[in-house]
């Protein structure tokens, strides 16, 4: 079994920073993929950064000075560190995992519960 758990959210003024944690723990045999994802009340779900164990570590463009995405592979945990936050940045944010679980040997595709980030002005 796998489990996801995000960390780090919070309510911060603007300038400010956080960072998120993203702990993936259980029968994990590798992970393809990590992404952070964000949604604010009323507005769709959007991905903030993505990293893959091919491609590197994609943003969303609006995000990429701002925000960073790391991964620590011997924990399995990813963080982002967000700095100079934003009111616009207030969301909840989740974490992704795509990964093969050693017990199957089958692609998981795991969300954590989400963590709530609110940002004052």
């Known amino acids: 079994q796998v489990q996801v758990m995000e960390s780090g959210g919070g309510l911060v003024q603007a300038g400010g920073s956080l960072r998120l944690s993203c702990a993936a723990s259980?029968?994990?045999?590798?992970?393809?993929?990590i992404a952070w994802f964000r949604q604010a009340p009323g507005k769709q779900r959007e991905l903030v950064a993505v990293?893959?164990?091919?491609?590197?570590?994609r943003y969303l463009d609006s995000l990429k000075d701002r925000f960073t995405l790391s991964i620590d592979h011997a924990k399995n945990t990813a963080y982002l560190q967000m700095n100079s936050l934003k009111p616009e940045d207030t969301a909840v944010y989740l974490c992704n995992l795509v990964l093969k679980d050693s017990r199957t040997l089958r692609p998981l595709d795991i969300w954590g519960q989400g963590t709530q980030v609110t940002v004052s002005s």
């Open positions: 990293s893959t164990d091919s491609g590197g570590t």
């Open positions: 259980g029968t994990i045999s590798s992970i393809n993929s």
